[in-house]
């Protein structure tokens, strides 16, 4: 059974830092892109940062949202079944629920997701 479980969240003050974590468990965690959502109040989900699986070689970051980059920075430990995303000179624009999410081996849509953790930038 897939299961995906974010932690790290919190309240931050502008110019602060986050880094969160998403243990994975279910499945062999290394074969999978893997990939970090956020959804703010009255905005839809949107993408945040993607990373490759590592079947081929060292995984490497895909993606990542215009307004992230150079803060933002996405990873994995396949040896701890763990993705992060690190988060750097957080703005109240970052503040949203984010999600982890596995995207599918056969398409391009993620297929699991996690339930969730809280970022809020506020002063």
């Known amino acids: 059974q897939v299961h995906l479980v974010e932690s790290g969240g919190g309240l931050v003050q502008p110019g602060g830092s986050l880094r969160l974590s998403c243990i994975a468990s279910?499945?062999?965690?290394?074969?999978?892109?893997m990939r970090w959502y956020r959804q703010a109040p009255g905005k839809e989900r949107e993408l945040v940062a993607s990373i490759s699986d590592s079947i081929m070689s060292s995984s490497r970051p895909l993606y990542y949202l215009d307004s992230v980059k150079g803060r933002f920075t996405i990873s994995r430990d396949n040896a701890k079944n763990t993705i992060y995303l690190e988060m750097n000179s957080l703005t109240p624009e970052d503040t949203a629920v984010y999600y982890c999410?596995?995207?599918?081996?056969?398409?391009?849509?993620?297929?699991?997701w996690g339930q969730g953790t809280q970022v809020t930038v506020s002063s």
């Open positions: 999410a596995r995207r599918s081996a056969t398409g391009v849509d993620p297929d699991y």
């Open positions: 279910g499945f062999t965690f290394s074969i999978y892109a």
